[in-house]
């Protein structure tokens, strides 16, 4: 009978640690990450309601960035009815704080973002690390892209 290939140590070491890693990819983000995830962004969207800043309404449009992202990739249910009204509101709001200072929700505008942000929560808690890892890359590459497009007007 014909001898196995030996496979020095550290193949073995690194194939163990690429699936110990596939493996971590596969499952949902740490429950204290996820809850401190969220918390930032209720945080960020209650400070609008109140008047916040340009730094609540970013972390806003982030979140539902990456909603809408991890809701194509099949984790979460966001219909175009959730979505549109939750896209005025953000555009609306940063319309209005760059024009006026003023970063801020109405009660409407809040409504209609909302149940995006609850979304998020739940995907933050079930989703996949790779699929959250992608979405992120994602939203990455497009704020580098408005940095480009930025730089190129100046």
Known sequence: MAKTIPFPAQHIQAT?????????????????SADELALQVHLALAALRAGGSQHDAQALLHAHVLAQSIADAGYGDLT???????????????????????????DAQFEAVRPVINVYDV????????????????????????????????
């Not at 163990?16 to 204290?32: D, T, V």
């Not at 896209?87 to 209005?96: Q, T």
């Open 16 to 32: 163990r640690a690429r699936r110990h890693k596939a493996k971590a990819e596969l499952l949902p983000m740490p429950r204290a």
């Open 123 to 154: 995907q933050l808690q079930s989703a996949p690390m790779w699929v959250l890892t992608d979405a992120s890359e994602r939203l990455e590459r497009m704020r580098a892209g408005e940095a480009a497009q930025a730089r190129k007007r100046a």
């Open 80 to 106: 175009p009815e959730q979505v549109r009204p939750a896209d005025e509101a953000i555009i609306a709001c940063f319309s209005r704080g760059g024009a006026q200072g003023e970063w801020r929700l109405d």
